[in-house]
């Protein structure tokens, strides 16, 4: 089975004045890997960025006939979403890895909890949708500046109503009605058992993450879109173990970077240290993690390494290269 899919632009729609989305078919007219809620989808653009956007629908985890993607235009941006906003066009081909999903929904019947800021909406589409297909409970809180700048209210609203009594919408608009959210108060009143979702600016993630401290771990689940901390900035050697050649990462670049720059080819997406692209696995030393995809004791193994943003604590790594 193959490890990357080319695509197909085939419909693209304004849902927001900053928010377009994207239909993207198989581009030999297949069907699509199915993928569960939560998942995203790493796209490689045409001006040689790869960039990872959520996919919008619940595929049921089956084989479907068409992905949905959205994408916020950035300002400034970095090259992404100005390119899906100034130079997409329907025909256009893509190309893209297989379906992946770091911030799955949990299989649970009980009740909960989603927040949302901004963008951030776009992966909880997917999981309110399955969460209304199981007939389970649930609770969304959609933050955004002005109605103006909210995307795929519409849709929103026709869950609600397809879940009935099972499901809640509260809108924020914090600019216009002063309606600010209050993520300690709904962590404060949601069950201990309940699961708790959060995806948007850092701020929001920050305060939802500090209210939510004394929660059980696994009932708390987190997409950021760039990572929580700055990224590490060099000086140290690593060492790979598969050929016995050393390189080292100057003070001031990434590990990242030293490798590409020495020829080492290594997949790479977000540079962000949130997508877990980069994910290298670490046979001597002690990395520093910087990453946000990492979880807690995946760092206190210290075994892995995410290369776009973390570094070393010791001299040296010994990587699985």
């Known amino acids: ?20 989305s994207f239909e993207l078919c198989d581009g030999l007219g297949r069907e699509l890997p199915g993928y569960e809620p939560g998942a995203h989808l790493d796209i490689d653009l045409p001006n040689g960025l790869r960039r990872s956007y959520s996919l919008l629908d619940d595929s049921r985890g089956q084989r479907c006939g068409v ?26 081909t893509l190309r893209a890895g297989l379906p992946r999903n770091g911030f799955e929904l949990a299989d649970s019947s009980g009740h909960a909890l989603f927040v949302a800021g901004g963008i951030g909406i776009t992966p909880m589409l997917s999981m309110l949708a399955a969460r209304t297909r199981l007939g389970r409970s649930w609770e969304l809180h959609y933050s955004y500046p002005t109605r103006r700048q909210a995307a795929f209210v519409g849709r929103l609203r026709e869950l609600q109503a397809c879940s009935g009594a099972l499901g809640r919408l509260a809108l924020h608009a914090s600019r216009e009605r002063h309606s600010r959210l209050d993520v300690g108060a709904l962590l404060k ?45 060099g000086g140290f050697e690593v060492e790979l ?20 720059d020495a020829g080492v080819g290594l997949n ?54």
């Open 189 to 233: 009143d949601l069950a201990p058992q309940a699961h708790a979702y959060c995806c948007g600016p850092a701020g929001l993630i920050d305060g939802f993450v500090a209210a939510a401290a004394g929660r059980a771990a696994d009932t708390v689940h987190v997409e950021r879109f760039q990572a929580e901390h700055s990224a590490a900035a």
């Open 1 to 20: 089975m193959t490890d990357s899919l080319l695509l197909r632009v085939t419909r693209i729609r304004r849902e927001a004045p900053e928010v377009l």
């Open 241 to 260: 173990a598969r050929s016995g050649r050393r390189i080292q990462v100057a003070p001031g670049s990434s590990l990242l970077d030293a490798l590409l």
């Open 67 to 92: 992905y949905s993607i959205a994408v916020k235009r950035e300002a400034p941006s970095r090259g992404a979403s100005a390119w899906f906003h100034d130079a997409a066009r329907v025909g256009a």
């Open 268 to 321: 790479f997406s977000c540079t962000q240290g949130v997508c877990g692209t980069c994910r290298i696995g670490v046979l001597a030393g002690i990395p520093e993690h910087r990453d946000s995809c990492l979880t807690q004791d995946e760092r206190d193994a210290n075994d892995v390494v995410i290369a776009c943003c973390s570094g070393a604590r010791s001299d040296s790594l010994v990587l699985d290269l």
